[in-house]
């Protein structure tokens, strides 16, 4: 079946008027750009068919051929901008990583379910709060307010911090974070949970120690044959 870049749906049709018109278009033809006709347009019907899924809701008669070139030209624009941040925002929804949006104040705006899973607390409980609120810096570590300013200083950074689960034990993480200064600035992070992963670690190196500490107190020669 042919793809379409751009249609133009009329808002009175004999079968289907307004809004829902543009919603069973939609329904059909994801992708595509909608431009709206109407012979009159109230505001509120023109709000009903933006959000019912339309780029435009055009008044018949009153633009030009040229102005049409260009709103056409924008419509394709927008939609496939909107397509890819619906793109965007399942992969980052779908990750098995942690995902937070904050301000320069380090405020946080957004977060997906795995950061959520991590440290036990819904959206609503984490959107509007400040990082210093959740987080755990060990000893040595940078402080938060000084790891954002460093993170928009180099525009990126990664690194271990830790933060503080709603049951209150630490979660380790590795995060992986980017300023994007547009918005009147943002950084974007992602966080993976490496607990696990450092006690492990952490565990093996103290067996490691223990081993070495037996063998030095040993005074006889010790072959170790696989």
């Known amino acids: 079946r042919d793809a379409f870049d751009v249609v133009f749906c009329d808002l009175n049709l004999p079968d289907s008027r307004g809004a829902g018109t543009v919603a069973a278009l939609r329904a059909c033809a994801w992708e595509a750009a909608i431009i709206a006709l109407s012979g009159e347009v109230r505001r509120e019907v023109a709000l009903a068919v933006v959000e019912a899924g ?132 943002e950084i974007l992070s992602f966080i993976r949970d490496v607990t696990e992963h450092n006690r492990l670690s952490r565990s093996l190196g103290e067996s490691e120690r223990q081993k070495s500490a037996i063998l030095g107190a040993v005074a006889d020669a010790v072959i170790s044959i696989d």
């Open 54 to 185: 339309a780029e435009f809701c055009l008044v018949k008669g009153e633009f030009k051929s040229l102005e049409l070139g260009h709103i056409i030209g924008q419509a394709i624009r927008d939609r496939r901008e909107e397509i890819n941040r619906d793109r965007a925002g399942f992969i980052v929804e779908q990750s098995l990583d942690g995902f937070m949006v904050c301000d320069v104040r380090g405020t946080i705006s957004t977060v997906n379910r795995a950061f959520c899973q991590m440290v036990g607390q819904q959206p609503r409980d984490l959107v509007g709060t400040a990082l210093p609120d959740i987080h755990l810096p060990e000893d040595g570590e940078i402080p938060t307010l000084e790891r954002l300013r460093r993170i928009i200083r180099q525009g990126f950074d990664r690194f271990e911090t830790t933060v503080r689960h709603r049951q209150g034990h630490a979660v380790e993480g590795e995060v992986s974070a980017h300023y994007r200064p547009d918005n009147r600035g």
